[in-house]
């Protein structure tokens, strides 16, 4: 009976949230983002920064599209990439998958967001003895400031021609990963880092930012740095990548159905899988190593026993809610209550592992 209660409420929302595999959340909307606006890149402000594209993201609270600007962003490690953030269509709704760094880029949906991610794979520039290399033909370097820069001409190497911003579905590209970009999956990957992270909360906190308020040409489409969204850095859309359609029922109360049976899963504590140690690293500095595993196993105790506490009182509030035989209502809330406060747990889980991380990348102040 408690399951099937759980999925009558699921089916009221549009967003259902979700643990992935590294342990960060996935939305599910059901209906797709507004097409990627026409911008132009600012220029890379020091070497080492690689460029990150601004995609849409969404908010529940105001049951809305936001875009969080393009920007250049410190590498967190020699050798790593940047695969972007994209969303695809599954099991009946449209979901958001996590960018993250790793030594290669993996399958970003076939979106072709310009600047060297042209769909597949990053033909902007290069790791080549712990520096990055710019090709000029697609990145934005001033070689006065830069010198590691090159030049291979890339076709459509600027202009991206579909403004598709998702993969699937009606009208979505129709790509599929490759075998290498599979194989990239199960690398070792590192979340965004903190300044990513505030650029992204700097973004959704930001009105001008809601497509509902744009109307998919967004005033700040790219930045020089993460967060900083006002200055000679901030570069404007030129214009909208398409139409742009408002949110279904947007403004009329209850958001549209996308149906509970895609990802039931995760709205509850008891609903996600333990926190598990990431694959061990290898900086070359084998104590750094082990310090950062101790740490990060020490991090992860003390999440699952977060977890296993509140799992606990949530069965035991479905219990006492059973008993007293409350209305329909009552229970909406709970779950509702329930859903915010699982998300909340796993957000600032997230928050705490890009920390630790952050505070132990070598080059970086401990």
């Known amino acids: 009976m408690k399951l099937a209660f759980r999925i009558v409420f699921l089916a009221f929302f549009t967003l259902v949230i979700a643990r992935s595999s590294h342990g960060q959340f996935a939305v599910t909307v059901s209906f797709g983002p507004p097409p990627l606006p026409v911008y132009e890149q600012p220029i890379c402000p020091e070497e080492g920064y690689l460029w990150v594209p601004g995609y849409w993201a969404w908010d529940p609270d105001d049951y809305d599209y936001y875009w969080v600007p393009g920007t250049w962003v410190l590498a967190p490690e020699h050798g790593f990439l940047w695969t972007p953030a994209w969303w695809g269509w599954e099991r009946g709704g449209f979901l958001f998958h996590e960018g993250y760094w790793a030594t290669e880029v993996g399958f970003y949906g076939g979106v072709n ?30 070689v006065v400031n830069i010198h590691n820069v090159y030049n291979t001409t890339i076709i459509n190497n600027t202009t991206v021609v579909n403004r598709v911003s998702y993969n699937g579905g009606e009208g979505g590209i129709p790509t599929r990963p490759t075998p290498e970009e599979e194989r990239v999956a199960q690398l070792r990957h590192i979340p965004p880092v903190v300044d990513q992270t505030r650029h992204i909360q700097a973004a959704r906190s930001n009105p001008e930012l809601r497509a509902s308020r744009n109307q998919g040409k967004p005033p700040v489409a790219a930045t020089a740095r993460p967060g900083e969204f006002r200055g000679e850095g901030v570069v404007t859309a030129r214009e909208a990548g398409g139409a742009y359609h408002p949110a279904p029922n947007q403004g009329h109360g209850q958001p549209a159905n996308v149906g509970a049976a895609p990802h039931a899963g995760g709205g509850h504590a008891s609903e996600l899988q333990p926190h598990t140690a990431p694959t061990p690293r290898n900086t070359g500095d084998p104590k750094l190593d082990q310090k950062y595993q101790q740490q990060q196993q020490k991090l992860i105790d003390k999440q699952n026993q977060e977890h296993q506490k509140l799992q606990q009182q949530q069965e035991r509030e479905h219990q006492q809610t059973q008993q007293r035989n409350v209305d329909q209502q009552k229970q909406q809330q709970m779950e509702q209550h329930h859903q915010l406060q699982t998300q909340q747990m796993e957000q600032r889980h997230s928050e705490q592992q890009q920390n630790l991380q952050s505070k132990q990348t070598p080059g970086k102040p401990k």
């Open 113 to 142: 967001y310009g600047f060297g991610y042209f769909g597949s794979g990053f033909q902007g520039g290069r790791w080549d003895h712990n520096h990055f290399f710019y090709n000029r033909s697609v990145m934005n370097v001033n």
